[in-house]
């Protein structure tokens, strides 16, 4: 990382000069302008005298990024960053997905306080089932073990989101809800639930673990093949809706949308970290990647599938960078390839909310 410009060197953004000397602010950027590159960079502002990384950004154009800050931009938020900031340092990148990338990681290390994702990372969740139990059931959890036996589907930007996805499924999959830790022989009252056809009560001996060990393998398979399960979900929507019962089927639409949208990402996450080494080109350069991690010098940790919580922002630059830019493949370790069943209708709830949202708007 180098430089691009300091408080020592330029006082193009030392605050000290502005309030002590007189210095006119719009000289200083002035002056700073000089000094900045006109080229895709991701960089950060650190303050004085501790040096502490205030903010991380990306910018295709990193002299016209910055001085926006410092023209135009009346929010306090940017005033209290231009108050502590005493430097800019930045790191050139040959392509915007390298910058999308250098940024996720800078942030993750860094945790700045003027970056909103600096810890969202440690909200994530996951939905996890434990086929090892005698009665499993859907559990949002922070952490995911890749090696541990378990099925898992996330990370989501929040247990709430990730709550909206379990829902979503036992609507359909009449699986346990109850939090009672359970053995074989375990029993106690059934709940509601029960009957109303909700859940098929393993807490009474309704069904045995063998007969409710197919239900949870019907709920892992959905979840690489969900197409029944999305239909089921959009029939329910239509069949709330035809009844006026609106405010159910916006609840259902909700659920069905973040489950759907967790298991776009997941499909695409499956083949990015299977590939082994991949190879994409951008601006007219190649970008490899490690099991779904850029390679950048030495940098370059390979990733597991789910993406650990802490590293999920870093695979979701290239995931959505790959998405919006369709680029083109030189090389893959493993054939590039995702289930047909359940694309359909993956597409339909997202196109089916993407409209409702643009119609509210």
């Known amino acids: 990382m180098r430089p691009l410009f300091d408080a020592e060197e330029s006082r193009a953004v030392d605050r000290w000069a502005i309030e002590e000397q007189g210095i006119p602010e719009a000289d200083l950027m002035e002056a700073a302008g000089g000094a900045l590159a006109e080229a895709v960079a ?4 650190t303050d004085w005298p501790f040096g ?6 990306k910018s295709k154009d990193l002299r016209s990024r910055v001085k926006s800050y410092f023209y135009g931009d009346e929010r306090k938020k940017v005033d209290d960053l231009l108050a502590e900031t005493a430097s800019v340092d930045g790191v050139p990148c040959a392509t915007e997905l390298e910058a999308l990338v250098v940024e996720a990681r800078m942030i993750r290390h860094h945790e700045p306080t003027y970056n909103r994702r600096g810890t969202t990372w440690r909200r994530y969740a996951y939905l996890k089932v434990d086929p090892a139990e005698a009665f499993p059931r859907l559990k949002i959890v922070r952490t995911a073990g890749p090696s541990d036996g378990c099925v898992y589907l996330g990370p989501f930007g929040s247990s709430s989101t990730a709550r909206l996805a379990k829902e979503a499924l036992e609507e359909v999959l ?11 022989r375990t029993r106690f009252a059934p709940c509601a639930l029960a009957d109303m056809g909700r859940c098929v009560a393993p807490c009474d001996g309704r069904v045995d673990p063998e007969r409710y060990g197919e239900l949870v393998r019907r709920l892992v398979s959905s979840l690489t093949s969900p197409g029944g399960l999305l239909g089921a979900l959009e029939r329910r929507m239509a069949h709330l809706a035809e009844q006026e019962r609106f405010e159910e089927a916006g609840l259902v639409r909700d659920r069905a949308r973040a489950l759907a949208d ?10 990015l970290v299977g590939a082994g080494a991949l190879a994409v080109r951008d601006d007219g350069a190649t970008v490899r990647l490690l099991h779904g991690s850029m390679v950048r010098g030495d940098e370059g940790e390979a990733l597991e599938h789910p993406c650990p919580r802490e590293r999920a922002d870093e695979l979701a630059a290239v995931r959505g960078w790959i998405r919006a830019n369709h680029p083109r493949v030189e090389a893959c370790g493993r054939p590039l390839a995702e289930p047909v069943d359940g694309g359909a209708a993956i597409a339909r709830i997202q196109a089916r909310v ?6 509210r708007t």
Not at 52 to 57: D, P, T
């Open 262 to 271: 967790a298991l776009a990402r997941s499909r695409t996450d499956a083949w």
């Open 42 to 45: 991701a960089w950060l502002r």
């Open 174 to 184: 009449p699986i346990r809800r109850c939090t009672t830790a359970m053995s074989a």
């Open 52 to 57: 502490r990384v205030l903010y991380v950004g």
């Open 354 to 359: 993407r409209a409702a949202r643009e119609a």
